[in-house]
C-alpha cells in the first residue's frame, strides 16, 4: 500500500466518486433504456470478438480484466490502486492496444446513445406527446399562446439572422476515415431499429456491422503528420455534404412558411433566417500559417463546394422535371429560357430544356471563377459553350424562380415543393460563396504593422508614442482620405506584407463571390476605439473600405467586430462602443451598415482570466451594458457568442444558455461559434443537423419576442447579488491560478498540456507567444489539459467559495440563491452547467496526474486547494438546489455518466502511465503514439473536453 503524504488525504481522495448517484433502477426507467443497453451490448461484443481475434487472446483478457476492474472501483469494491498495478510496466504494444480497444467503445457508445435520444423523441412524436422544448414545434405553441401581434414579431424577426460558425480547432480528433465509418454504422443501426428484420437479414446487418467495426478497429486514429490548415478547411466542409446541404434550406423554408402564414403583415423577408459561418483559413489570431494565400483557398473552395452542389441538384431537377408541354401549361418565360419556342420538337420537355440551359449558364460561371478544371469535373457534359455567364448568385435564383412561378400557376405546388424548393432556398443561404469566413487578427499586431504603414508613408514616424486620443485623430484622418498609404514597391516588413496580402485575398474573394464571402472582420483583444480604426485602415488599403465624401458615407461590405474578451474588456465594452460612435466618420458607416453594430464576446479568454462565475457574469453583465449603449446609440446591436464546446468556454447546451441571455441582447440575431468535437457531436448527419439547428432558432425566436428572464422589478438586485458573488469567486480563483507561486509549473506537471502540442489534430501552437504565463496560453489547451486530467477546473473553481463566503450561514442569503436557482434562467443555467462538469470531474483519477509533479510540497499545497474547493462547490450546489444528485436535471447525461464512464477509467490510467515513461526519457514512437491515442480516446468519451 501506498503511505499517504501530509496534506491531502490521499484514501479520501482515491475514492472519491462524482455525486452522481445510480439511475433509477425501477422497471420503467429499464424499460426506457433497455434498447441503448441492447445496443451498447451489441457493438461492444462485436467490438471484443474484432479484439480477441486481432489483437490476441492475452489483449482481449487484459481488456475484460480492466473493464472488470473499473467497474468494481465504481461499486467501491476495490482500490484505484489494483487497476493502476495491472498497468505498471505494461508491454507498450500491448498497451496501444488496450487504449484503442476502449477508446473504440466510448466511439461506438457515443453512436449508441446518439440513436437512442433519436428513438425517445420519435416515441414522444408517435405518442402525440406536446413537443419538447428546443424545437421549432415548441416555440411556434410558445408563440401562439402568448398572443403576440404581426407589428411584435415583425420589429423581432424581419430581419433576423441565426450563424453557427464553424471555426478549428484542435479537439475535433477524429479523421474523415472514421467519421464515415461511423455514419455506416449509424444508418446500420438506424435501419435495424426502425425495420422488422426476418432472421436472415437480421444476420446480414450484424455481418455488416461486424464488417464496419473491423474496418474501424483497423483503421489509424490519429494523423501521422500534423493537421495543415487546408485539411482544417476540407475538414469544415465536409459537414455541407453530411447534412447541412440537405437540412438548412428545408428549415429556413418550413420556418418562414409558418411565420409568414401566422403573422401575414409581419414583413417577414424570403432571406433566410439561418446562414452558415467560418474561421477556418480567416482566422490568424496566434495562427502563423494563415497566408493571403490560404484566405484565397478557403473562399474559393467554399465557392466550389456551393456552386458544385448546384450544378449536382440542377442535374437532378432536369432528370425529375420531365413533364411534358402537351400535358401542361407551361409559362413563355420557360421557353425563352431553355432557347426554344412553342410547338418546337425541342420543347416538348420545357422544364428539362431551361433546367439544362441554366446548367450551362451556371457551369459557364464556374469556369470563369474556377476554371475549366473544375467544370469538367462538376459539369456533366452539358454544352456551356456561348453560355452566358451569372454575375451573382441572384441572377441564378431568379432563372429557378421562373420555373417555380411556372410550376405553381398550372397547380404543381407539390413539384415545386419538392426539390426545386429546396435548391432555391440552397441558393438563398449558400450564394456562390457557401458561408461567410470572418478575418481576425489580435489588435497588437493591427498596431505594429499600422505604424509601420504611417512611417513608410511620412505621415508619423512614431505612431505607437501617441496616446489614444492623438490616434484617433490621425486614423480618422487618414480614413477620410482616399489615399493609400503604400504602393507596389513598399519597402515593409514580412509581418506588413503578410497582413496586406491577407486583407488583398479577401477583397478579391468579395469581388468573385459576393460580399457575403468575407462579411467580418473581428480584432481580437479590442480595448479602445484605435483598435478598430487601426483594422479599418488595412481594409482601406484593400479596397474594402470607401471613404466616402461630401455627399456619401464611408462604405464597407466587411464590418468591423471587436472582440472584448478579459473581464476588463467585457467590463469596459460599452464605453469603447460609445466612444467610437461619438466619432461621425465611424457612426456614419454603422448607418450605412443598416445601423447594425456587431459585438463578440469571448467565453474562453474571461473564463481563463477570472474563473468560471466571474466570467460567466462580466459576459451578462456587458451584454447589459451593450444593450442600454446601443439603445441610447439609436443603432441595433448583433452579438456574437465565441463559445467553445466545453463549460469552461462557454458550452453547454446551447438552448438554455441562449435563454439565459439577458433581456434585449438577442433581437433576433445570434452568431455562436461551433467548435471542437462539438462539431461531429452536433453536424455530422442530418437528422442531428436538424435537430441542433432547430434548438438555436427556436431558442433566438423565444429569446426575442418571449419574456425569458423571469426577474421583473427584482432584477437590479438580483444583479447586485451577482456583482458581489463574481468578485468573492475570481478572487478565489485568483488566489490559486494566478497568486499561487509554482501554479504553473504544477499545471504543467500534472497535465498533459506539454504534450498537446504533438498531437496531430490542430495546425496552431498551443500559445500565443513562446511563453509559460497563463495569460499568454491559448483558451483551449488550457481546458482540454485539466479535461484529460479529469479536474475539470476551468468550469467550477472559485464558485464554492464564493456561495459559501456570501452566504456565511445565514438561512435568508442561500434562500436568494435557491429562489434565483428556480427563477432566473441565467442562474439556473450556471449552476447546471457547471453540475454537469463536475459529474464528469474526478478527483480521484486527478490525483494519479498529481504525482507526476516532482515538487511534492507544491503537489501538496495545489492538489489541497483544488480538492478543497471542489468539496465547497459540490457542497455549496447542494444545499442551493436542494438535491443531492449534480445530474439530477439531466437524465440523459445521468445514465452517460453512470453506464459508460467506467470505461475512461483505463484510458486515463494508462495515459499516467505512459506520460510517467515519456518524462522520464522514454520519447520511442510508440510512447508519444500511445499518449496521443489517449488523449484522443478521453476527448472522444467525455464529448466536450476542449
Not at 438586485?717 to 491560478?737: C, P, T
Request: charged content about 25%; proline content about 4%; hydrophobic content about 40%.
Amino acid at each position: 500500500m501506498r503511505r499517504p503524504r501530509a496534506g491531502v488525504d490521499t484514501d479520501r481522495v482515491t475514492d472519491k466518486r462524482p455525486a452522481v448517484p445510480r439511475p433509477e433502477a425501477g422497471s420503467t426507467d429499464r424499460q426506457l433504456t433497455e434498447p441503448l443497453r441492447e445496443d451498447i451490448r451489441l457493438l461492444g461484443g462485436i467490438l471484443g470478438q474484432i479484439v480477441r481475434k486481432h489483437a490476441g487472446e492475452d489483449t482481449f483478457e487484459l481488456v475484460e480484466k480492466a473493464r472488470v476492474e473499473s467497474f468494481r472501483i465504481r461499486r467501491s469494491e476495490i482500490d484505484r490502486t489494483e487497476l493502476e498495478t495491472l498497468f505498471r510496466d505494461i508491454d507498450i504494444s500491448e498497451a496501444i492496444s488496450v487504449i484503442r480497444a476502449f477508446s473504440h467503445f466510448a466511439l461506438l457508445a457515443n453512436l449508441a446513445e446518439d440513436i437512442h435520444r433519436e428513438r425517445r423523441r420519435a416515441i414522444h412524436v408517435r405518442a402525440g406527446d406536446p413537443p419538447q422544448d428546443s424545437t421549432l414545434a415548441a416555440t411556434y405553441s410558445k408563440l401562439a399562446a402568448a398572443g403576440l401581434r404581426d407589428d411584435q414579431v415583425g420589429a423581432a424577426l424581419s430581419d433576423a439572422t441565426v450563424v453557427p460558425v464553424i471555426t478549428a480547432h484542435p479537439t475535433e480528433t477524429r479523421r474523415r476515415t472514421v467519421f464515415e465509418v461511423q455514419r455506416r454504422i449509424t444508418d446500420l443501426m438506424r435501419f435495424a431499429g426502425r425495420t422488422e428484420l426476418t432472421p436472415a437479414e437480421r444476420e446480414e446487418v450484424d455481418r455488416a456491422l461486424n464488417r464496419q467495426v473491423l474496418t474501424l478497429w483497423e483503421t489509424a486514429l490519429i494523423r501521422l503528420e500534423r493537421l495543415q490548415i487546408q485539411d482544417e478547411i476540407e475538414v469544415g466542409l465536409r459537414y455541407y455534404d453530411a447534412g447541412f446541404f440537405e437540412v438548412i434550406p428545408r428549415v429556413n423554408a418550413e420556418l418562414r412558411a409558418w411565420l409568414q402564414e401566422h403573422y401575414p403583415a409581419a414583413g417577414i423577408a424570403d432571406d433566410p433566417m439561418l446562414r452558415m459561418g467560418s474561421w477556418i483559413g480567416g482566422d490568424r489570431d496566434g495562427n502563423p500559417f494563415v497566408t493571403g494565400e490560404i484566405v484565397g483557398m478557403a473562399t474559393r473552395r467554399a465557392a466550389e463546394t456551393a456552386v458544385s452542389h448546384h450544378l449536382a441538384e440542377l442535374a437532378t431537377l432536369a432528370q425529375e422535371l420531365s413533364l411534358t408541354s402537351r400535358l401542361t401549361e407551361v409559362g413563355d418565360e420557360v421557353f425563352a429560357l431553355g432557347g426554344v419556342k412553342r410547338g418546337e420538337t425541342e420543347a416538348d420537355e420545357p422544364y428539362r430544356q431551361a433546367l439544362r440551359a441554366i446548367r450551362a449558364r451556371l457551369a459557364a460561371t464556374a469556369g470563369g471563377l474556377f476554371g475549366d478544371r473544375f467544370v469538367a469535373v462538376n459539369d456533366g457534359g452539358y454544352p456551356k459553350d456561348g453560355a452566358a455567364t451569372y454575375a451573382d448568385a441572384t441572377e441564378f435564383l431568379a432563372d429557378l424562380d421562373v420555373i417555380d412561378e411556372s410550376l405553381r400557376s398550372n397547380g404543381d405546388d407539390e413539384l415545386a415543393d419538392d426539390r426545386l424548393l429546396t435548391l432555391r432556398e440552397a441558393v438563398r443561404a449558400f450564394g456562390f460563396h457557401l458561408s461567410g469566413l470572418d478575418m481576425r487578427q489580435n489588435s497588437e499586431t493591427h498596431e505594429e504593422v499600422v505604424a509601420e504603414l504611417l512611417a513608410w508613408a511620412g505621415v508619423h514616424s512614431d505612431y505607437l508614442s501617441l496616446p489614444e486620443a492623438e490616434r484617433v485623430e490621425l486614423l480618422t484622418a487618414e480614413l477620410s482620405s482616399r489615399r493609400p498609404l503604400t504602393g507596389p514597391g513598399a519597402d515593409l516588413s514580412d509581418l506588413a506584407h503578410k497582413e496586406l496580402d491577407i486583407v488583398r485575398a479577401a477583397a478579391s474573394a468579395v469581388a468573385a463571390y459576393g460580399p457575403q464571402a468575407v462579411p467580418n472582420y473581428i480584432i481580437s483583444m479590442c480595448t479602445s476605439v484605435s483598435d478598430l480604426f487601426e483594422a479599418m485602415v488595412l481594409l482601406k488599403e484593400a479596397g474594402l473600405f470607401g471613404p466616402g465624401s461630401a455627399d456619401t458615407a464611408p462604405s464597407s461590405s466587411v464590418r468591423v467586430v471587436p472582440l472584448f474578451e478579459t473581464i476588463e474588456d467585457l467590463q469596459q465594452g460599452a464605453a469603447t462602443l460609445l466612444a467610437a460612435l461619438d466619432i461621425p466618420l465611424y457612426r456614419s458607416l454603422i448607418d450605412a451598415q443598416e445601423g447594425i453594430q456587431e459585438i463578440m464576446l469571448g467565453y474562453s479568454d474571461s473564463n481563463k482570466d477570472g474563473g468560471y462565475l466571474a466570467a460567466n457574469w462580466a459576459l451578462y453583465r456587458a451584454e447589459l451594458d451593450l444593450v442600454e449603449a446601443a439603445k441610447k446609440a439609436g443603432i441595433r446591436l448583433r452579438l456574437f457568442h465565441g463559445r467553445g464546446g466545453t463549460v469552461g468556454r462557454g458550452g453547454g447546451p446551447s438552448y438554455d444558455a441562449i435563454l439565459a441571455q439577458p433581456p434585449g441582447a438577442v433581437q433576433g440575431s445570434l452568431r455562436i461559434t461551433e467548435q471542437g468535437e462539438v462539431i461531429a457531436a452536433k453536424y455530422a448527419e442530418p437528422v442531428v443537423a436538424r435537430r441542433n439547428l432547430e434548438t438555436l432558432l427556436a431558442a433566438t425566436i423565444e429569446s426575442s419576442l418571449l419574456d425569458t428572464e423571469g426577474l421583473g422589478a427584482e432584477a437590479e438586485a438580483a444583479y447586485a447579488v451577482l456583482d458581489e458573488l463574481a468578485a468573492l469567486a475570481r478572487a478565489a480563483y485568483s488566489e490559486l491560478v494566478h497568486d499561487t507561486p509554482g501554479f504553473v509549473e504544477y499545471f504543467v506537471n500534472s497535465t498533459p498540456l506539454s504534450e498537446i502540442g504533438s498531437l496531430n489534430i490542430g495546425s496552431r501552437p498551443a500559445s500565443r507567444k513562446q511563453t509559460e504565463k497563463i495569460s499568454d496560453l491559448r483558451a483551449i489547451p488550457w481546458v482540454l489539459s485539466w479535461s484529460q486530467a479529469r479536474v475539470m477546473l476551468p468550469g467550477w473553481y472559485g464558485t464554492g467559495a464564493a456561495f459559501e463566503q456570501w452566504v456565511g450561514g445565514d438561512d435568508d442569503r442561500l434562500a436568494t440563491l435557491t429562489d434565483y436557482y428556480n427563477r432566473w434562467p441565467f442562474f439556473r443555467t450556471v449552476m447546471s452547467n457547471m453540475a454537469q462538469v463536475m459529474a464528469k470531474s474526478d478527483l480521484g483519477l486527478a490525483e494519479r496526474y498529481s504525482r507526476l509533479v516532482p515538487d511534492e510540497a507544491l503537489r501538496e499545497k495545489v492538489f489541497g486547494m483544488i480538492t478543497a474547493e471542489h468539496d465547497r462547490t459540490t457542497s455549496m450546489y447542494f444545499k442551493i438546489t436542494g438535491t443531492d444528485d449534480l445530474l439530477a436535471d439531466n437524465a440523459a447525461l445521468k445514465r452517460s455518466v453512470f453506464n459508460r464512464f467506467p470505461y475512461l477509467e483505463p484510458l486515463n490510467h494508462l495515459q499516467v502511465e505512459l506520460l510517467r515513461r515519456y518524462r522520464g526519457g522514454d520519447d520511442s514512437d510508440l510512447v508519444r503514439r500511445g499518449i496521443q491515442l489517449t488523449m484522443n480516446g478521453l476527448a472522444t468519451a467525455l464529448r466536450n473536453s476542449g
